[in-house]
């Protein structure tokens, strides 16, 4: 195709794409898809994750030439999965793209008023609705996108696509690693990509190459004596509070660092912690008051963020908080996120982390392991991470920002590990969009640069596949 007709037919195709922002069709695609109630935390949601699979997902696609088909989840009672394929010629190459349909529990009562999780709702630049942010907004901005260049390039987009679907990445992704060792063939691409997690912020249009991993435990220690009067039995019995709360320090400083070395992992070099020196971290409008002394203090934000190994507990329990009672619990616990990096011995965890606790005289505090998943980083100097940039920096008329990887988690290893693919993440959100908590929202500036970015790229693995 000559060089005027071929940018002719990308600016075409972006127009067309940011055209739905601007025409009301994106804002109608995602009311209808924020209305399904897909948690994947409520047991009693089944039937809606399915629905939104079936009567949502699934004729979307067929319309876009895709051939569908539902499966299983391999693990029994889990929400299933769907695989479609849209395939011009099996001489092509091939893109895996990917999505979500599921949502954390809707918390009604807490949202702001004039917004509602299953109906979405616009207050300004904010569109509100559970799912927005993560993940219906950021898969609707892509296949929008996708079908934008379908029409510019007359049905023929020059390579396959390949899109899977889950519906349990709220709940920790169950089965989707066993699922994509069991459909490995089925799957088999050339690149990946795709849109969850946030860019750097909201004025930053950003791409990152794979995400830290995550391990949640429990420590709980039990006396099974039950619980006791405090001025009985206090003093002669042992108090499992005092004892989890020892337990915890034990394993950090008063100010965020990991002390413990099981926990530990080598800090950031190279070429990756150079990025990370570089990018800015909070500091908008919404965003969290950072702290100069937590943590690694000794590094940058960027790299306390992206490239260390944190410690947090999201969660702890002892006795009754709002009613207590003159009594000495029976039982404490907490629940940790345990936030990894490449390098960490996460897979020996409990083992570690149990002698190490002995060696503490905290023998009696026991680590549960509760699921999680390994830390994934592409090389930045892979071709694929240079051509995305240089595409979306063509289509948005601005600097990419490239993140090694996510700070948070996110199911990254089944396809950079176990389909052993090229990583690249295109997020359509920002870090304040209050995804997991009410008011979860996009800004529609990110919708639109996400249509244009997305259209664009699409556009350009049919004029030149990277190596």
Known sequence: MPQAMSQNGRQTALQQATSTLKNGRFIETLTRRVAFASESQNPDASAELMKYLTDEIQPTL??????CEIFPNPIESCPPLLIAKRIEDESLPTLLTYGHGDVTNGQAELW????????????GEKIFGRGTADNKGQHTINLLALESVLDARKGKLGYNVKILFEMSEEVGSKGLERFCGEQKESLKADLFLASDGPRLNAQTPTIFLGSRGVCQFRLRCETGNGARHSGNWGGVITNPVTRLQHALASLTTADGRVTAECLRAPLPSGVTAEMMQALPVGGYAGDPTLNDQWGEKELTVGERLFGCNTLEVIAIGAGDIKKP??????????VCHLRIVPGTDWQNLVANLSSFLEEQGLGDVKVVYEGGYNATRLDPAHPWVGFVKSSMEASLEQKVTVLPNLGGTIPNHCFADVLALPTVWMPHSYPSCKQHAPDEHLLESVVEQGLAAAAGLFWDLGEQWPE
């Open 62 to 67: 067929a319309k876009l030439g895709f051939e």
């Open 112 to 123: 702001q008023t004039g917004t509602h999780p299953w109906e979405l709702s616009q207050i």
């Open 325 to 334: 009672i003159g009594a000495i619990p029976d039982v404490a616990e907490a």
